[in-house]
């Protein structure tokens, strides 16, 4: 299955960023940069909108634990909506829905 990290938005202090498909180890490096390159350039809240999502694993979960401490160091938020039932369950049982905010 093909996958997708893309800005859809970056307006109004607020970057958002579509996840499609199946996000896991293999496209790590792209994650980061697809994030950081945009947010670096203007600091701002960022979205993780999963609608799309169809699998995710803990190298990047890992990782947008990464980009949220960096939000917060910022004083910014990151929020991740749109997670299908059995993905939010994998954010539950790592202790993420407490550490994050999910809509």
């Given at each position: 299955m093909q996958h997708?990290?893309?800005v859809v938005?970056?307006?109004d202090g607020v970057m958002v960023v579509e996840l499609s498909g199946e996000?896991?180890?293999?496209?790590?490096?792209?994650?980061?940069?697809?994030i950081f390159n945009s947010y670096?350039?203007?600091?701002?809240d960022v979205v993780l909108d999963c609608k799309?999502?169809?699998?995710?694993?803990?190298?990047?979960?890992?990782a947008i634990v990464r980009v949220f401490k960096q939000?917060?160091?910022?004083?910014?938020?990151l929020?991740?909506?749109?997670l299908s039932p059995?993905?939010?369950?994998?954010?539950?049982?790592?202790?993420?829905?407490k550490l994050l905010e999910l809509e």
């Open positions: 997708q990290i893309k938005s970056h307006s996000i896991d180890a293999s496209v790590y490096e792209e994650f980061d940069s697809v670096n350039a203007d600091k701002c799309n999502l169809a699998f995710i694993d803990s190298t990047i979960l890992g939000l917060k160091s910022d004083g910014k938020k929020t991740v909506k749109n059995r993905i939010r369950k994998l954010f539950e049982i790592c202790a993420l829905d």
